[in-house]
């Protein structure tokens, strides 16, 4: 007896069973995922300490104590914080992917399904738009409101622009959005999408990601910045979550993701060339 296939592609396409207890599944991701971007921060910067503590040790032929050290160790510089953020963001979303919410072989087949529809990159590209427009109507409004938000990661970006520009576009367009997606779409949206909570899992998964963009007291921002700062991640959140919601693939996300940064590299070359 065969099967129709567009009645399975329909089959595939409803949404998942309610799950038990989302909402504690969804903070207790949130919770391994941070508990594992702090442990890898850790292992990344005793590494780097330990291979530059080396380096100087070399150069100074072994003369000097472990307090001179130290001190001449100084702070990594962009290219490393890049890597390390490259290393603990990226590590973090792999271990919660895997172990708490790692897709179906049916899963699968609906994303390869959903991938092959123009319709999908039409989404992506509308969605990209959407968050170029609004983040830029949001940056005006600071600006007329003589608010100048200074995004924490900013200074790096630049710095590590200008001293790898290549590298900085393979992470900036292609790496970061990947495991980011995978991390706050994926596993947190989708928790909170597979009970059946689709509203509450864009809600609390883009006040994730923007709380984590931004941590607030961490910055020399004002609170007024903060909030700006926060409103522009929760929207770009919010999208990423609704084009995955709405074209069942997460490869719609993070295609609107690299593009959206894509975007903003090319304006961060722009500014830095003027």
């Not at 590494?47 to 080396?54: L, N, S, Y």
């Not at 990594?76 to 919410?101: D, F, H, N, Q």
Request: with cysteine; charged share 10%; net charge positive.
């Amino acid at each position: 007896m065969s099967v129709d296939p567009a009645l399975e592609l329909q089959q595939a396409l409803r949404p998942p069973p309610r799950s038990a207890r989302p909402i504690a599944g969804f903070f207790l991701d949130l919770a391994i995922a941070i508990g594992a971007l702090l442990i890898l921060s850790l292992a990344c910067g005793a590494v780097w300490a330990a291979f530059k503590g080396a380096q100087i040790a070399m150069q100074q032929g072994g003369a000097l104590d472990p307090a001179s050290v130290v001190r001449l160790l100084g702070e990594p510089g962009a290219i490393a914080v890049i890597w390390m953020t490259l290393v603990s963001t990226g590590g973090a979303a792999l271990l919660v992917y895997y172990w708490r919410r790692r897709a179906t072989r049916e899963e699968h087949a609906v994303s390869r399904q959903a991938v092959l529809r123009i319709g999908t990159w039409g989404w992506v590209v509308a969605t990209a738009t959407a968050t170029f427009v609004v983040s830029s109507a949001i940056s005006f409004l600071g600006q007329h409101l003589g608010i100048r938000p200074q995004p924490t990661n900013l200074a790096v970006i630049e710095a590590a622009y200008v001293a790898s520009p290549v590298f900085m576009l393979l992470f900036g367009v292609l790496i970061a959005p990947a495991y980011e997606e995978l991390l706050f779409r994926r596993v947190l949206f989708g928790r909170l999408w597979a009970s059946g909570r689709p509203w509450l899992g864009v809600l609390l998964s883009s006040a994730a990601f923007a709380l984590m963009h931004e941590i607030p007291g961490t910055t020399g921002n004002s609170w007024q910045a903060t909030s700006m700062l926060w409103l522009t991640y929760g929207f770009l959140g919010a999208a990423f979550a609704f084009v995955y919601w709405r074209t069942r693939t997460l490869w719609a996300a993070i295609g609107a993701h690299a593009l959206n940064n894509a975007i903003a590299l090319v304006l961060l070359n722009l500014s830095a060339g003027s």
